[in-house]
């Protein structure tokens, strides 16, 4: 009797939720690997284990001290099938960098041992690879306030929100009002008292 060997093949597809190659980077980022097998047996329980690489470095993506790594148990109903992965992890150091998803393939048929059957790790593949785009900074409103013209006077010469030189000159007056009235009024009541 001829054992062949099962071969598994592998085709993989990184993006984010809404299928784009180009994410921004920020707190909670979310790459979905779209990993399509082929000669699966049916029947058969797999585990898809994935990460994230960093394509420049070739090495793992390390955020806290862990691989950004998740991983998909299936049992397979079909020779041919699709399955996604996601990853959701914190990238807004990452702007400028290209990620690369690697993904490996066991059979736990034994669970106690599973086997490696395939795996996709390829770090120069464009299909696995997305990139984390740097947040455009906000630029910050200064100019369109007012627009400079020559005729408008110089900052020094217009009043200033915040601007207490007329203050000064009113509590003066309020003070001097109030002591007057104070006075009438401590002058009245010694007239009535000598009465």
């Not at 029947?43 to 394509?55: D, E």
């Not at 993904?103 to 106690?112: A, F």
């Not at 010469?157 to 203050?167: A, H, L």
Request: aromatic residues 6%.
């Amino acid at each position: 009797m001829l054992i062949t060997e099962r071969i598994i093949k592998i085709h993989t597809t990184a993006t984010d939720k809404d299928g784009k190659k180009e994410i921004e980077a920020g707190k909670d980022v979310t790459i979905v690997d779209t990993v399509k097998l082929e000669g699966l047996e049916v029947g058969t329980k797999y585990q898809l284990v994935g990460w994230q690489m960093l394509k420049e470095e070739n090495a793992e993506l390390i955020i806290n001290d862990k691989r950004v790594e998740n991983d998909y148990i299936f049992t397979a109903d079909s020779e041919t099938m699709e399955v996604k992965i996601e990853f959701t992890f914190d990238a807004s150091t990452l702007g400028g960098k290209q990620l690369v998803t690697f993904e490996e393939l066991y059979d736990l048929s034994n669970p106690d041992k599973p086997i490696k059957v395939t795996e996709h790790k390829d770090i120069e593949d464009d299909g696995q690879t997305v990139i984390i785009k740097e947040v455009p900074e906000t630029p910050t409103p200064e100019e369109p306030e007012k627009p400079v013209t020559p005729d408008t006077p110089t900052k020094t010469d217009s009043p200033k929100t915040g601007d207490n030189t007329n203050i000064l000159a009113f509590a003066i007056m309020m003070f001097v009002s109030a002591g007057g009235l104070a006075g009438t009024y401590f002058f009245k009541r010694r007239k009535m008292k000598k009465s």
